[in-house]
């Protein structure tokens, strides 16, 4: 093969390995979409995929390409796509949940970072998802306490957080675990396809 065939060749190799990661953050995107439409009430907390989409994306994608699908997400509720629980457009960041979303791009890339390369074990998975949740509950929180007292000027602001936000950390923690399995079998069914 002389060098024209051989840069061909790794050109061709690059562009369809951006073409694969394109596509990779577009289903997250999509996923992440779907999540937020899905809502299993639970007596006090409906139980929502979003957090685990997240984490899962940062997991499976890398730090940075799993927060760019979170941020695409984000940017297109922006935009007015009706893609939030709650629809879209840019009133929104007056919203209690905003910051959430603010952190699912950040719950992402912390994921991905902690997970880093090699092998990926369960006890790996799980506690770069659970990293990956706390910051996302480390944005959210904050937020939703200023939007609740100064913009909304409530009272009572450590019930609101406990029970608007605490009361969702366990759900959260086990669907980090769940979304730890869930990334395990699909990297495992990715290696033996590969």
């Known amino acids: 093969m002389d060098d024209k065939q051989s840069t061909m060749s790794g050109i061709v190799r690059k562009k369809t390995a951006k073409s694969r990661v394109l596509a990779q953050c577009a289903l997250f995107v999509v996923l992440m979409v779907v999540a937020a439409f899905i809502r299993i009430p639970f007596p006090l907390v409906p139980l929502t995929f979003q957090t685990a989409v997240a984490v899962s994306a940062g997991l499976l994608l890398g730090p940075a390409a799993g927060a760019a699908s979170m941020g695409v997400y ?7 796509l009706p893609v939030f629980a709650g629809g879209g457009g840019f009133a929104y960041v007056l919203e209690l949940t905003f910051g959430y979303l603010l952190g699912f791009a950040a719950a992402a890339f912390v994921a991905g970072a902690v ?5 990926l ?4 998975a799980a506690m770069a998802a659970l990293a990956g949740c706390a910051v996302n509950y480390l944005v959210g929180v904050p937020y939703f306490a200023v939007i609740w007292h100064f913009y909304m000027q409530n009272g009572g602001l ?3 957080i406990l029970v608007y936000n605490a009361a969702y950390l366990p759900k959260d923690i086990a669907l980090c675990f769940l979304a730890a399995a869930a990334v395990r079998a699909v990297r495992a069914a990715l290696s033996r396809r590969a």
């Open 74 to 80: 984000l940017f297109m509720g922006l935009l007015g």
């Open 115 to 119: 997970r880093g390369g090699g092998c």
């Open 121 to 124: 074990t369960f006890a790996r």
């Open 158 to 160: 450590w019930q609101a």
